[in-house]
């Protein structure tokens, strides 16, 4: 089973509308979570880093909860854009030297 | 800033040859990570750097992989002997004295055939 499980694997939705990304953990000790997005043929870019004490976390229409008793993660995004078209990256530090890896999410924005 | 920079963008290989791929970290930043991504297996971490020093290599996958970092300003991955299921994406990032964000550069795309 892997140990960081991202859902849904893919998703549409049409622009303007809302959407929301779950990534969940059962790695420890807990250091930090990231959210990446990943556009097609470039690298991952951060959006979120999110600490054992930080519940939400926002960058721009981007925000990101943490609930690190259940290790469950969201990332929210309003009011999509045809450029939110991407992968989307869960990824748990532990320990402070290593990194666990979802399998991602690829969100197409329709107009 | 540049950014990462990662040579080359491409690279097609045959089968046994030796490949090496190179990244120049953000100037100033002290960690360097290289990562493999391919669509079966996703994003994976290789080995990561600290003040030039392999702190964690666990994610190399065998012996035929290897990475250096001679200095703050240069690090190279090397397959040797390449095979065709080293074919993926490779991707360096960095990141700054006790910072947790890192940066990607644009990936070298390796083919082995």
């Known amino acids: 089973k892997n140990q960081v499980e991202q859902s849904p694997q893919s998703l549409i939705i049409l622009e303007g509308k809302n959407c929301t990304l779950q990534?969940?953990?059962?790695?420890?000790?807990?250091?930090?979570l990231r959210w990446y997005k990943q556009d097609t043929g470039r690298g991952p870019v951060s959006l979120t880093i999110?600490?054992?004490?930080?519940n939400t976390k926002s960058n721009g229409r981007y925000t990101a909860t943490l609930d690190a008793d259940t290790k469950q993660s969201s990332l929210h995004i309003t009011a999509s854009q045809l450029s939110d078209s991407a992968s989307y990256i869960c990824?748990?530090?532990?320990?402070?030297?290593?990194?666990?890896f979802g399998s991602g999410t690829k969100l197409n924005v329709k107009p | 800033d540049a950014g990462v920079i990662q040579s080359p963008r491409h690279e097609v290989t045959e089968m046994g040859q030796e490949v090496t791929l190179r990244c120049k970290p953000i100037?100033?930043?002290?960690?360097l990570f290289w990562y493999r991504q391919t669509m079966m297996r996703g994003l994976e971490l290789l080995i990561y750097?600290?003040?030039?020093?392999?702190?964690?290599d666990s994610g190399m996958p065998e012996d035929r992989f290897s990475a250096k970092m001679p200095n703050a300003s240069f690090s190279t991955l090397k397959i040797q002997p390449s095979e065709p299921r080293d074919s993926a994406v490779y991707f360096c990032?960095?990141?700054?004295?006790?910072?947790?964000?890192?940066?990607f550069g644009p990936g070298t795309r390796l083919t082995v055939t």
């Open positions: 990032a960095s990141s700054g004295q006790g910072a947790y964000e890192q940066y």
């Open positions: 990534c969940n953990y059962t790695v420890s000790p807990f250091s930090n």
């Open positions: 999110m600490t054992f004490s930080e």
């Open positions: 990824v748990v530090e532990v320990n402070f030297n290593k990194f666990y």
């Open positions: 100037s100033g930043h002290n960690s």
């Open positions: 750097f600290n003040n030039n020093v392999p702190i964690d």
